[in-house]
């Protein structure tokens, strides 16, 4: 983890130094309208009228770090071609998704190459691993880039899509309901000797649990359009906030207000600085609500 000589602030985060491996995806939103019925089937027509194509995944947490300002470096497996997945939108409402996806096992020269450049990116503040289950963590390459990282006190972001086991040991996993799939956190931790899990529970905010404690951090969000990509913002601004010194608990509620700012947005969304300040008051900002807490 990056040290810093002063309480660190939201002007800080800029300077955070975060390394992304994961699965990239090619967010496609294809806009239009629909007035008839195809003559070849009872099914309505769709009159498409745009299309706008966006990063997603980890090309989804690279963009929101460089929207607060950071310049990440981004290392996925494009060898196979990004997965797409294209959302038809009718009136501001999804009407269908398509996905395109080939999911195979990463190569293993690619591998090495991606763990060689994330290794060899000079002063890491924070290391994020974005598994949509796509392929790049099908082999152990999430294993190798955390032990790496332990060994040099860099702190390890996990958007979790597979086994626990993959994740040993990592610093923070941040899965969502379904992704816990019922289980409980603490026992994860235990066994798999992962430090904290942050819980993502839609409108009811977060639930970080760390060793010996859980604490709840109510939902921001004064009115939800999209959850698209949410969770791709909660790890970029957790980990560009750890990155500079913010204590776990701190950069949780950070990377909590920052999602209740991109699901007011419609499609996938970014998070900027200002957006971030605004979203977290003063305190934040000067430094103030760390000294109190410390």
């Not at 994740?167 to 816990?180: D, F, G, I, R, S």
């Not at 649990?209 to 698209?228: L, Q």
Request: with cysteine.
């Amino acid at each position: 983890m990056a040290e810093t000589q002063h309480t660190p602030t939201l002007a800080d985060l800029p300077k955070a130094r975060v390394v992304v491996v994961g699965d990239f995806i090619s967010d496609v939103w294809a806009y239009g309208r629909i007035e008839r019925i195809s003559p070849e089937a009872p099914v309505p027509v769709f009159l498409q009228e745009r299309v706008e194509v966006m990063p997603g995944g980890a090309g989804n947490v690279a963009a929101n770090l460089e929207a607060l300002g950071c310049f990440p470096t981004l290392l996925t497996d494009r060898g196979n071609g990004s997965p797409r997945k294209t959302r038809y939108v009718v009136g501001g409402q999804q009407v269908l998704r398509v996905d395109d996806e080939v999911i195979r096992r990463i190569n293993g020269h690619v591998a090495r190459d991606i763990f060689r450049q994330a290794t060899m990116t000079p002063l890491i503040g924070a290391l994020v691993l974005s598994d949509y289950g796509k392929g790049v963590f099908l082999g152990d390459l999430a294993s190798s880039l955390i032990t790496w990282a332990l060994r040099f006190n860099i702190p390890v972001i996990v958007d979790p899509k597979g086994s626990w086991s993959r994740y040993a040991h990592a610093t923070v996993v941040t899965p969502n309901e379904a992704e816990l799939d019922e289980d409980d956190p603490t026992r994860l931790m235990s066994v798999h000797g992962i430090h904290s899990v942050l819980l993502t529970r839609g409108a009811r905010g977060m639930t970080l649990y760390s060793p010996g404690e859980a604490t709840d951090i109510p939902a921001t969000a004064r009115e939800v359009f999209d959850v698209v990509g949410a969770g791709d913002t909660v790890v970029a601004v957790l980990a560009a906030a750890l990155a500079v010194g913010f204590p776990m608990i701190e950069a949780a509620r950070i990377a909590n207000a920052a999602a209740g700012v991109v699901v007011g947005k419609r499609r996938t969304a970014v998070c900027s600085l200002q957006e971030l300040s605004d979203a977290c008051g003063p305190l934040f900002f000067t430094g103030e609500m760390n000294r109190d807490h410390r």
